[in-house]
C-alpha cells in the first residue's frame, strides 16, 4: 500500500475479482482488472458522498447486520439512479463489501477514508432536532423515519432528538421557545404544511434574535443560518420535489447525511402592518385559492381531494376582479421566458449573492448601507386591473409530480425574485389549455390571456366598492393580531388541519360557497388566498420576495448530464467508467 498526502492505492478484492482501489483527492475509486492486469470498469465515488466506512462485512438495511472478519470493511455512499432512469434525482444507499490481504492493510483503509471523510465534509450536521407529523399524508410518518431514516442517520454517527407532534404548530412554537443551543438543523418528516412550521419557526427566531421586527413590509430580514431538512411524508410535498427533484424519504435523507446546503427565496405576505405568513413556493388567488378552500371541504378524502376540487371549480368558470402592482426585477439578470431551468448549482443563483448582500463582512450585513442598498434598487410600480382567473407568485418552479416542469419552469430558487403569473378572463376551453400545458413541455405563457413578469414585490386590492370594503372590516374585526396572537386562530378541536385553524371561522361576515358558476346560482365577489397550502384571512394584500433567507438540505435538482461527467478521469475512461452505480 503507497500512502502519501495525494494519493492511496492498493489491490483490494470484491468477492473473487480483483480491483485496483485508489484514494486520490476528492474521490475514492475502485477499477476491475482482468487477468493480465488490465483496467475495465472503473466506480468512482466523490469522497463528500461517502456515509460511512465499517470494519467487516455490515448490512444496515432492512436491518443491520454485521459479521465481523480482520481483513474486510464496507463502504457506503450515495448512489444514483442509472442513466436515462424515470425516476431522476432518485439517490439509495450503496454498499460494497472489500477484502484486504491483511488486517493491518484494512485498518489502514479504514483510517484514510475516515480521514478524508472529515476533511472533506465538515459541512455535516451531527446533531439534528425531528420532527414527525403522525397524522400528515397516508399517516406513515413515524414508520418512514424508524425504518428508513433513524437507520441512516445512525450510520453516518449523526444524533437526533424526535418530536412526534400533536397538534399544529406545535413544531413552530417548539423552535420558538426552546433552547437549541448544539443543533446543527431542523428535520421535518411530513408534508408542505409541516415544512411551513419549521419555516416560520426558524425564521422568526432568527429576527428576534437579531432584534428586528417581521411586520415590517419594506425591512430587510436576517438570514437564518438553522438549516431545514425535509423528509416527505405528506399529502404534498412541492417543497421537496422543487428543490430535490424527487419525493423519496431515502434520497432527502441522503442530501442530509452529507449536508448539502441549498438557499432559498422566502416571501414574506402582509396585511397592513402585520406579517401573515411566509411562502417559499405559492401564493394564489382565484383558481388555486378556490381550489384550496373546496379541498378543506373534503378532506375526508385524502390526496384525491386535490383531483375533485380542481375539477369542481373549474367548473364553476369564475373569474375575479382586483388590481395587482409589482416591481420588475432586472431584467438583465434573467427571464421567466429565458428557457433556462434552475438546477444543482446554478449560476444565476451564485451570482446573485454579491447582489442580494453585497458586504462580505457579515457582522455589518444589515448595516445602513444595505438598508439604503435595498430602498434604491426598489424601482417604480407597475399596476395591472382588470378581471383575472387565476393570479400567482411563485418563488420556484413549484414542479411536482404531476407538472414536472411547474406553474414558472424558468423560476430560481435563491436569486431574490418570484414569477408573478397573470391569467386574464377568458372562455372555459382556453383556461383548460394554460392548465393542461402544465402537464406537458408545452409554454403555459404562451397564450393571449397570459403574462410573467419576473418581480420582487406584489400589491394586491379589490376595485374600490362598498362590498369589499365592508368585507374587509370584518375581515380586521375578526383577525386582527394574527402573528401577534396566533392561538385565538386555533380552534378546539386539535385534530382538525393546519389550515382550518388558521380560519377559525368563516374569513368574512358571510359563509361562501364556492360551487358556484354552473353549480349554484350566485358566484362570489372575492376568491381567497393560498399560501403554500393555507387559507389566508386576507383579500388585500402586499408580498416581498426575500433573497436567500433560509437554507435546506438539498442541492437542487442535479442535471443528469452533469452527474454523470463526474469521473475525475472522464477524458480518459472512453465509457468504461460508471459513477457508483454499481
Known sequence: ??????????????????????????????????KKNRDKKTVSVPVAEVIGVEDGRVEVQPQKKVEDTDRDFTLFYVKRSGRGSSQKGLWSLGRTHFRCPSRDLRDQWVTQLRTALKTHSRSRPHKLLVFINPFGGKKRGKQIYHSLVAPLFELAGISSHVVVTERANQARDHILKKDLTGFDGVVCVGGDGMFSELLHGVIGRTQQEAGLSEHDSSGVLQPCDLHIGIIPAGSTDCVCFATVGVNDPVTSALHIIIGDSQPLDVCAVHHKSSLVRYSVSLVGYGFYGDVLAESERHRWMGPLRYDYAGCMVYLCNQSYQGTVQFLRADPGLSSPRDKTRCLSGCSVCSESKERLFPLSDSCSLFSDKLSQYSEQSEGEWTSVSGRFKSISLTCMSSSCPKSPLGLSPSAHLADGTGDLILVRDTNPLAFLTYLHRHTTSQDQFDLPFVEVHRVKAVRFSLPPDEDYEEDERTEQNMDEG?????????????????????????????????????????PPAVSVWNCDGELLPHTEISCRVHGQLVRLYARGIEDELRTWGLCEDSRNCNGKCVLHSQ
Not at 492511496?8 to 482488472?33: C, D, K, M, P
Not at 401577534?484 to 360557497?513: I, Y
Open 1 to 34: 500500500m503507497e500512502i502519501n498526502t495525494l494519493r492511496v492505492e492498493s489491490s483490494l478484492w470484491i468477492g473473487n475479482q480483483r480491483y485496483r482501489a485508489t484514494l486520490n483527492g476528492w474521490y475514492f475509486s475502485w477499477t476491475e482488472l482482468d
Open 482 to 522: 394574527v402573528m401577534e396572537h396566533p392561538d385565538k386562530l386555533c380552534v378546539q378541536n386539535s385534530s382538525r388541519s393546519s389550515s382550518q385553524q388558521h380560519l377559525a371561522g368563516p374569513a368574512r361576515g358571510k359563509k361562501r360557497d364556492f360551487l358556484c358558476g354552473l353549480c349554484c346560482s350566485k
